[in-house]
T-cell receptor
Framework: DTGVSQDPRHKITKRGQNVTFRCDPI?????LYWYRQTLGQGPEFLTY????????KSRLLSDRFSAERPKGSFSTLEIQRTEQGDSAMYLC?????????????FGPGTRLTVT | LAKTTQPISMDSYEGQEVNITCSHN???????ITWYQQFPSQGPRFIIQ???TKVTNEVASLFIPADRKSSTLSLPRVSLSDTAVYYC????????????FGTGTRLKVLA
């Protein structure tokens, strides 16, 4: 069990550029979640996947944001035309997906800075 | 989804027991109560989960009264390394997996 990994750990980009983050969940975890966290706040839910199906999306996930999990393993989160307000830590988590299993395992996050 | 309310911050000294209380007045019958810990620049880490009465593991205890409208996370004999933000979440057991984190409680352990 190598844990949830995220890449890159840090990303600095200019406003208007597109960025893509990758998350590799714990092997065989069926559920994968994306959160966004700004300074002093708790993580805000963005979306989650059951295998490759995206089952729920927050209203925070505007049309500039898109997430995929094409083969039910790793996931990508893309932000198009970045804005300064997108600067945040983007966290990925996974869980086994077993009935009644509610614990989520978080990765270290990708810190995005939009200049 | 039930909203939670926790103290914004707490200070404690090494070796003391720390109790962090969370209120969740709108908790539904099938919801569980879960606590996470987060260190700076890291993702949250699961600590403990419970439904009612008392749950204990190797790092903490969770006390839930009969009405389940509140819960208390108890950390025995804290050390400096317990300085972190602690989040209380009410987690549904069916339907959505959308977890709602509040602002958490910033615990600072002093020497």
């Amino acid at each position: 069990d190598t844990g949830v990994s995220q890449d890159p750990r840090h990303k600095i980009t200019k406003r208007g550029q597109n960025v893509t983050f990758r998350c590799d969940p714990i092997s065989e975890h069926n559920r994968l979640y994306w959160y966004r966290q700004t300074l002093g706040q708790g993580p805000e839910f963005l979306t989650y996947f059951q295998n490759e199906a995206q089952l729920e999306k927050s209203r925070l996930l505007s049309d500039r944001f898109s997430a995929e999990r094409p083969k039910g393993s790793f996931s990508t989160l893309e932000i198009q035309r970045t804005e300064q307000g997108d600067s945040a830590m983007y966290l990925c988590a996974s869980s086994p997906g077993l009935a009644g299993e509610r614990e989520q395992y978080f990765g270290p996050g990708t810190r995005l800075t939009v200049t | 989804l039930a909203k939670t309310t926790q103290p914004i911050s707490m200070d404690s000294y090494e070796g003391q027991e720390v109790n962090i209380t969370c209120s969740h007045n709108n908790i539904a019958t099938n919801d569980y109560i879960t606590w996470y810990q987060q260190f700076p620049s890291q993702g949250p880490r699961f600590i403990i989960q419970g439904y009612k009465t008392k749950v204990t593991n190797e790092v903490a205890s969770l006390f839930i009264p009969a009405d389940r409208k509140s819960s208390t996370l108890s950390l025995p004999r804290v050390s400096l390394s317990d300085t972190a933000v602690y989040y209380c979440l009410v987690v549904p057991t069916a339907g959505t997996y959308k977890y709602i984190f509040g602002t958490g409680t910033r615990l600072k352990v002093l020497a």
